[in-house]
């Protein structure tokens, strides 16, 4: 994901929230409040609780706070802080909705799409994280191969789905990194021809005698001097 773009601040602001937060706000306010409703041994969790406010406080943050100030890079603390969000969610629930662990998508792909290459390791990081969390409330290590199947199932496709999402955010900001290098050269070539006309004409208006031709595109260039006699004597500049 592209964080700067143009616009005014708020603008971006709002577009990066929409682009990069948006979606993990719904899809957790949808998980929740679906859970609420038909799974009563829930309510009242607190890893769900704290799991939702994170999450929910995150968002805010990032909608709100000036991030511009601290630059983009200040951007992965709101990602790492849906990390943890996600993987108090992921405790209380998936128990009773196993898909729950799909929240776990959406902060990983904006660390691995929205930043620069070693943020991988981040998400690499967190991704781990949310699936060993449960063992770390526990304070134990899985006991049985099909839990630790269970363990590293999801930090093994996730973390294939981040590093893909970051090569192709390599491509498209090298790419975007050439547009920008050919726009610089071709404004500066732009400049030096301006330059090198205003220089040409002043040339042409110093000199005491009539100058007028025609360059190879076929515009005609002449000095007031041309143009004073062409009028005097009735003779048509525009004229090859």
Same mark, same amino acid.
């Given at each position: 994901?592209?964080?700067?773009?143009?616009?005014?601040?708020? /603008?971006?602001?709002?577009?990066?929230?929409?682009?990069?937060?948006?979606?993990?706000?719904?899809?957790?306010?949808?998980v929740?409040?679906?859970?609420?409703?038909?799974?009563? $041994?829930?309510?009242? =969790?607190?890893?769900?609780?704290?799991?939702?406010?994170?999450?929910?406080?995150s968002?805010?943050?990032?909608?709100?706070?000036?991030?511009?100030?601290?630059?983009?890079?200040?951007?992965?603390?709101?990602?790492?802080?849906?990390?943890?969000?996600?993987?108090?969610?992921?405790?209380?629930?998936?128990p009773y909705?196993?898909?729950?662990?799909?929240?776990?998508?959406?902060?990983?792909?904006?660390?691995?799409?929205? +930043?620069?290459?070693?943020?991988?390791?981040? !998400?690499? !990081?967190?991704?781990?994280?949310? !699936?060993?969390?449960?063992?770390?409330?526990?304070?134990?290590?899985? /006991?049985?191969?099909?839990?630790?199947?269970?363990?590293?199932?999801?930090?093994?496709?996730v973390?294939?789905?981040?590093?893909?999402?970051?090569?192709?955010?390599?491509?498209?900001?090298?790419?975007?990194?050439?547009?920008?290098?050919?726009?610089?050269v071709? /404004?500066?070539?732009? $400049?030096?021809?301006?330059?090198?006309?205003?220089?040409?004409?002043?040339?042409?208006?110093?000199?005491?005698?009539?100058?007028? +031709? +025609?360059?190879?595109?076929? $515009?005609?260039?002449?000095? =007031?001097?041309?143009?004073?006699?062409?009028?005097?004597?009735?003779? =048509?500049?525009? /004229?090859?």
């Amino acid at each position: 994901m592209v964080v700067f773009e143009r616009g005014t601040i708020r /603008q971006r602001r709002f577009l990066v929230f929409v682009r990069a937060q948006l979606p993990l706000l719904v899809g957790t306010t949808f998980v929740i409040g679906s859970a609420l409703v038909v799974v009563p $041994e829930v309510r009242g =969790d607190v890893f769900l609780l704290v799991g939702g406010l994170v999450i929910v406080a995150s968002c805010v943050i990032g909608l709100l706070v000036p991030w511009h100030r601290i630059t983009a890079p200040g951007l992965v603390v709101l990602a790492i802080a849906d990390v943890i969000g996600v993987a108090f969610v992921r405790e209380a629930l998936f128990p009773y909705v196993p898909s729950v662990e799909i929240l776990a998508i959406f902060p990983v792909l904006w660390l691995a799409y929205g +930043f620069m290459k070693w943020v991988v390791v981040a !998400a690499v !990081a967190g991704t781990i994280f949310i !699936a060993a969390f449960p063992y770390l409330v526990a304070w134990t290590v899985p /006991q049985s191969g099909l839990e630790w199947l269970n363990l590293l199932t999801l930090p093994v496709l996730v973390i294939g789905i981040a590093i893909l999402a970051n090569l192709a955010a390599e491509e498209l900001r090298t790419r975007r990194a050439r547009l920008v290098h050919a726009f610089e050269v071709q /404004q500066e070539a732009l $400049e030096e021809a301006q330059d090198s006309a205003m220089i040409s004409r002043g040339i042409l208006d110093t000199v005491n005698a009539g100058v007028a +031709f +025609f360059a190879v595109d076929g $515009e005609l260039v002449a000095n =007031d001097r041309a143009v004073e006699i062409a009028a005097a004597i009735g003779f =048509d500049l525009d /004229q090859p």
